[in-house]
């Protein structure tokens, strides 16, 4: 062989050493990452479950708010209407005993 045949093959060997430690890194990094992706996945997952429950929660309470107060609304017309009709039986009543004092 020929001082550039050694060289070659030198080369090529050196090479692929590199290759197979940064192939190996590469799996152990790999192998690392998904031995995490269940844990990192589940605290994403819970993460997001709590997100939902806390905006459930805020709906209900918005839902709640709108529906006391058209529940207010609703009580405060009943409470008017029924204020006019006592008023109208005030006037009615002012009109009987003005009749009768006559």
């Known amino acids: 062989m020929t001082n550039s045949d050694y060289l070659l093959k030198a080369a090529i060997n050196k090479v692929t050493e590199k290759l197979s430690e940064i192939l190996v890194e590469k799996i152990e990094e790999a192998t690392n990452i998904a031995q995490d992706a269940p844990e990192i996945l589940k605290k994403e997952f819970d993460s997001l479950k709590e997100s939902i429950i ?3 929660s805020r709906l209900e309470k918005a839902e709640n708010i709108q529906e006391t107060e058209s529940t207010k609304t609703y009580q405060d017309s009943k409470i008017k209407k029924a ?11 002012d009109l009987f005993n003005k009749n009768i004092n006559k």
């Open 83 to 93: 204020l006019n009709e006592i008023e109208g039986i005030n006037k009615q009543i």
């Open 54 to 56: 806390e905006e459930a």
